[in-house]
């Protein structure tokens, strides 16, 4: 693996064209050193997802540029682009993606094959990864026969297979418990740290911000400045303390996503702000 | 295995639904195609087996008479000598030929009547079950198949040439789906066409080391007014007339049965890829160019073809194998031509089964992967 700089240039995303055209991504810049953890937090429809694309080459910026060690890859034409993927990115999904009618081993296995190994040699390599990952006693079951933590522990095996220096991962947690969410997050973060890889997080789940180096906060496909947000005690999910719904108890202030959230934290309990 | 092969294969035995109906679908519509061609490659087989049987190496005939079937050949009885003067023919003999429906109580069949002469060395029946395999005068040699349907026996009265005959030989492999074969004394025919001193074929067996071409060739130069073929020839113009005469249903069902099998092949493909929409775009993230998945696809595609026609062929073989076993008189011959016939059909239904498919997954955008729920 080679470590690399992953650089966003004042890229902008629009869907669509004239009237109903849709930014989902106004201006970003950003750069990802090797070996970071970078947590891009921000409420849903803010266009974390579209910019995670871009960084993976998988849409291109309608402006702006994207940089993979100097090189703009947002620039390269669409017949380059897979081995850009396949070598130097590793995506990790909320809905794991695995394939389903292929085993644990055959799942890594295959991204190993695209990449030009050829088939005992990606099962081995495969192999090692997935027992090192703690998957060594599974490695013949279908992915329907994995619990949520060893299905994200298979995916993350396949975004490592072929050694990338970037690992993209789009809300890893979402359909995982707390426990195993950290878990897969402190697997994330070792990878970055031992391994010198490049790690960007998309998630509104405030539970993991404590192992990203860096947490940024988008909205309006906009990166906004992470100290005005607060968490909702109940769903976990960060909200603008100045638009949010807030309660006091205790002598503290709390901020929630919505009355629903309020509501059941404070049971029948007065409430007062915005929404209150 | 290649992660191709692995992959296509894999996904066909996922759904295992989609896979009876993909393969049994086109093992069905090229089993159709297939039994089709066997069973006129059947009857054209039973057609000929009388010349196949016959002994004869060259048939002399009436000029322009290329085929036994739905024909009539008549030459002067005197050929027969010019013929034996030939050089190359080792033994000569004549039979009488017509097509006439023989009748048994209330059974009633077409049959190939030939007139053998009790002393003649070709032209009789080649394997009597029953009986003898000699005809006199007032008797007749008739298939089993026929006798046991008509539930006659040796001994047994039937109608044939617009007399009656008795039965005394009872043959073996003369019938067919279109008719059977009876034998009748040369003498019973000739009076029956008032004595006329005529024959319908000579049939030769050519001296040892001379070719059957040659000497048909040689009989035409020297015997005027007569056609001379060998064996085989005369038995590929018998097949012709088959293949003629079936030319037109063969042609619609193998439109049929490929259009069928396209059909269900290009369904199920189509279906299948449309249902792993999300996995090729998982494939398409990671890096797999489009040709690797058109690869997969195609591969599924040849795959339930492959599959199709390999059970399709033991399904018509087997069928085959049963129809013999019944009264039917129906042979199924998968020939050669017809297995390259059906496996080109096979291949080129792969083929077009997996262009929509493959157009499907080369418009996949690969950032499909990040949209959550079901996509469409």
């Known amino acids: 693996m080679t470590t690399l700089l992953l650089e966003v240039r004042d890229a902008t995303k629009r869907f669509g064209e004239g009237d109903a055209a849709v930014t989902a991504v106004r201006g970003v810049s950003l750069a990802v050193e090797p070996g970071e953890v970078v947590l891009i937090m921000g409420p849903s429809g803010s266009g974390k997802t579209t910019l995670l694309s871009m960084m993976g080459a998988l849409l291109k910026p309608t402006r702006g540029s994207i940089h993979l060690d100097g090189i703009e890859i947002s620039a390269l034409s669409e017949s380059r682009l897979p081995d850009i993927r396949l070598r ?95 878990e897969i997050m402190r697997l994330l973060r070792r990878i970055a740290k031992e391994q010198g890889r490049s790690v960007v997080i998309v998630s509104h789940d405030q539970r993991i911000r404590d192992i990203a180096d860096r947490v940024l906060w988008l909205e309006d496909g906009a990166f906004r400045d992470i100290v005005t947000m607060a968490t909702d005690p109940v769903c976990q999910m960060a909200v603008e303390r100045e638009h949010a719904i807030s309660a006091e108890r205790d002598g503290q202030t709390y901020f929630f996503c919505a009355r629903g959230c309020r509501d059941e934290f404070l049971g029948d309990g007065g409430a007062n702000g915005p929404g209150g | 295995m290649s992660a191709t092969w692995l992959l296509a294969r894999r996904n066909l035995a996922r759904n295992r639904v989609r896979l009876v109906v993909s393969v049994g679908g086109v093992a069905l519509a090229l089993s159709l195609t297939l039994a089709l061609d066997a069973i006129y490659a059947g009857v054209a087989n039973q057609l000929t087996t009388y010349i196949d049987r016959s002994g004869a190496d060259v048939w002399v005939s009436q000029p322009g008479v290329r085929n036994l079937h739905m024909v009539a050949s008549w030459l002067p009885d005197s050929v027969i000598d010019q013929v034996r003067a030939v050089d190359g023919v080792a033994e000569a003999t004549p039979i009488l030929y017509s097509t006439d429906t023989i009748t048994a109580g209330d059974e009633r069949a077409v049959a190939y009547v030939i007139g053998v002469r009790a002393d003649g060395p070709m032209g009789g029946p080649w394997d009597v079950v029953e009986g003898s395999s000699r005809v006199g005068r007032g008797e007749v040699i008739v298939d089993r198949g026929f006798a046991r349907k008509a539930g006659a026996t040796l001994g047994d009265r039937v109608t044939v040439l617009g007399g009656e005959a008795t039965i005394v030989g009872l ?88 259009v069928v099998g396209l059909a269900i092949v290009a369904l199920t493909v189509y279906i299948a890829t449309l249902a792993r929409r999300r996995e090729y775009g998982v494939l398409k993230a990671f890096g797999a160019r489009n040709r690797v998945l058109y690869r997969i696809v195609l591969a599924q595609a040849v795959l339930s073809v492959a599959l199709g026609f390999v059970i399709g062929l033991v399904f018509t073989g087997l069928v085959g194998f049963l129809v013999a076993r019944t009264d039917l008189n129906l042979e199924l011959a998968i020939t050669a031509a017809s297995l390259i016939k059906v496996g080109l059909f096979a291949i080129v239904i792969a083929g077009l089964a997996a262009i929509l498919p493959i157009r499907q997954v080369a418009k996949l955008d690969p950032a499909i992967v990040f949209r959550r729920g079901v996509v469409t």
């Not at chain 1, 992915?143 to 991962?169: M, T």
């Not at chain 2, 008032?194 to 020297?222: H, K, N, Q, W, Y």
């Open chain 2, 171 to 258: 043959s073996e492999g003369t019938a067919s789906l279109v008719n059977s074969v009876a034998f009748v004394s040369f003498d019973d025919f000739q009076a029956m066409r008032a004595g006329a001193p005529v024959v319908s074929f000579v049939l030769v067996r050519t001296a040892e080391g001379a070719s059957a071409d040659g000497v048909a060739a040689e009989i035409e130069r020297r015997v005027g007014g007569v056609t001379a073929q060998s064996r085989d020839a005369f038995a590929a113009g018998e097949r012709r007339l088959v293949t003629d005469m079936s030319a037109e249903i063969i042609s619609i069902m193998n439109v049929i049965g490929f």
């Open chain 1, 88 to 182: 130097q990115f590793g995506f990790v999904f909320q809905d794991f993606n695995l394939l389903s009618a292929l085993s644990v081993l055959e799942n890594v296995a295959i991204v190993a094959e695209l990449a030009g190994f050829n088939g005992r040699a990606a099962r081995n390599k495969a192999t090692a990864l997935l027992t090192d990952l703690g998957l060594g006693e599974r490695l013949d079951f279908l992915p329907e026969k994995l619990s949520g933590g060893e299905k994200q522990r298979v995916a993350i095996a396949r975004a490592l297979i072929n050694d990338p220096a970037l690992i993209l991962a789009d809300e890893p947690t979402a359909n995982l418990d707390s426990k195993i969410g950290h």
